[in-house]
T-cell receptor, first 111, second 109 residues
């Protein structure tokens, strides 16, 4: 089945630790996105990539990093510089001019 | 940047109609989207407007007025499963989406 797969579903981070959230899609979409959602709030854009080997900062990129070495993969690293990482992280991809579609999300918590 | 406003909460009775309004300000409009998000789950796409007017999709309809920076999502014949958060999102010319905070709709029996 085609789709967007995020893993893990739940992730715990210790103080001072970097963690990486996986996002894989087999839909052949060029554009991919990472969002953060806090309780009672809308989605905020962290990073996005319109094409392989290129990505841009979104509205809240500080404390995060990404890579786009393959079309199918757009991993997000939450670094120790991100002081408030507890949130629901959503990855999305977009085919051409069509709407974005989302993965099932990763819920990150601090130990 | 974007400034997207929608009501925080709405409550309606099963079988009724609810209209969720969304107002926005943008420098480069390239479409307005509505997503549904059940608690703890990812958003799912409902509707898309790029031109003025009404788009109908079964029990759900969405309206857009670009000159007024205004959209609404109309949910008809409400069912219990429609209880969810509804997100209004505006796309700019660079295809970035900006989301409103969402409207939580509670459907009562």
């Amino acid at each position: 089945d085609g789709g967007i797969t995020q893993s893990p579903k739940y992730l715990f981070r210790k103080e001072g630790q970097n963690v990486t959230l996986s996002c894989e899609q087999n839909l052949n979409h060029d554009a991919m996105y990472w969002y953060r959602q806090d309780p009672g709030q809308g989605l905020r854009l962290i990073y996005y990539s319109q094409i392989v080997n290129d990505f841009q900062k979104g509205d809240i990129a500080e404390g995060y990093s990404v890579s786009r070495e393959k079309k199918e993969s757009f991993p997000l690293t939450v670094t120790s510089a991100q002081k408030n990482p507890t949130a629901f992280y959503l990855c999305a991809s977009r085919p051409g001019n069509q709407p974005q579609h989302f993965g099932d999300g990763t819920r990150l918590s601090i130990l | 940047g974007q400034n997207i406003d929608q009501p925080t909460e709405m409550t309606a009775t099963e079988g009724a109609i609810v209209q969720i309004n969304c107002t926005y300000q943008t420098s480069g409009f390239n479409g307005l989207f509505w997503y549904q998000q059940h608690a703890g789950e990812a958003p799912t796409f409902l509707s898309y407007n790029v031109l003025d007017g009404l788009e109908e999709k079964g029990r759900f309809s969405s309206f857009l007025s670009r000159s007024k920076g205004y959209s609404y999502l109309l949910l008809k014949e409400l069912q219990m499963k429609d209880s969810a958060s509804y997100l209004c999102a505006v796309r700019e010319r660079d295809y970035k989406l900006s989301f409103g905070a969402g409207t939580t709709v509670t459907v009562r029996a």
